[in-house]
T-cell receptor, first 116, second 112 residues
Framework: GAVVSQHPSWVICKSGTSVKIECRSLDFQATTMFWYRQFPKQSLMLMATSNEGSKATYEQGVEKDKFLINHASLTLSTLTVTSAHPEDSSFYIC????????????FGSGTRLTVV | AQSVTQLGSHVSVSEGALVLLRCNYSSSVPPYLFWYVQYPNQGLQLLLKYTTGATLVKGINGFEAEFKKSETSFHLTKPSAHMSDAAEYFCAVSEGDDKIIFGKGTRLHILP
């Protein structure tokens, strides 16, 4: 149980285009989801916290107009990288907070974005 | 391929007792290893990381972990548990690029 599906696992896009990444909780409801970005050899960077039905809370320095987060249902949050540039190339990973029961967090498997 | 196994989804220790959270990994290259903590309604916080060099790594809040290559382990310890340590802990492995794999997490409960 407690599986989070993140899709796609990898994507290559051209500069200037937009890319949508989905994070879906398959067997539980997730009121809160987190989006992170991983740089090589560094610790994970929290980008934003999304809560179902409300606006995401972005961390300082993260452009909310560039990284659009939507959490329209209790099982799905999406991250859209708009007008992507090569510097946006990275590994993005989501995690979902398991509501009710024992609680806790489950990570998606991540998305490798390459902007060319 | 990388993988991480955290033994025990829940661990309970008494306040003042030793905390030991287990993590084993697999990696085809020398790994980068991380321990993160997550409190309710907050994002992950980095406790410590191993990249190269000294195998005993000291982190924040009195936590430390030892990289043991022969055992492919990176267990997290703290000599004396505090109530504030109650949280979920994640071990993670990276092979030096930007991909990171997380374990399933261990919920630490502190008993008064």
């Amino acid at each position: 149980g407690a599986v989070v599906s993140q899709h796609p696992s990898w994507v290559i896009c051209k500069s200037g285009t937009s890319v949508k990444i989905e994070c879906r909780s398959l067997d539980f409801q997730a009121t809160t989801m987190f989006w992170y970005r991983q740089f090589p050899k560094q610790s994970l960077m929290l980008m934003a916290t999304s809560n179902e039905g409300s606006k995401a809370t972005y961390e300082q320095g993260v452009e909310k107009d560039k990284f659009l987060i939507n959490h329209a249902s209790l099982t799905l949050s999406t991250l859209t990288v708009t007008s992507a540039h090569p510097e946006d190339s990275s590994f993005y990973i989501c995690s979902a907070e398991r509501t009710g029961g024992a609680g806790g967090y489950t990570f998606g498997s991540g998305t490798r974005l390459t902007v060319v | 391929a990388q993988s991480v196994t955290q033994l025990g989804s829940h661990v309970s220790v008494s306040e003042g007792a030793l905390v030991l959270l287990r993590c084993n990994y697999s990696s085809s290259v020398p790994p980068y290893l991380f321990w993160y903590v997550q409190y309710p309604n907050q994002g992950l916080q980095l406790l410590l990381k191993y990249t190269t060099g000294a195998t005993l790594v000291k982190g924040i809040n009195g936590f430390e972990a030892e990289f043991k290559k022969s055992e492919t382990s990176f267990h997290l310890t703290k000599p004396s548990a505090h109530m504030s340590d109650a949280a979920e802990y994640f071990c993670a492995v990276s092979e030096g690029d930007d991909k990171i794999i997380f374990g399933k997490g261990t919920r630490l409960h502190i008993l008064p």
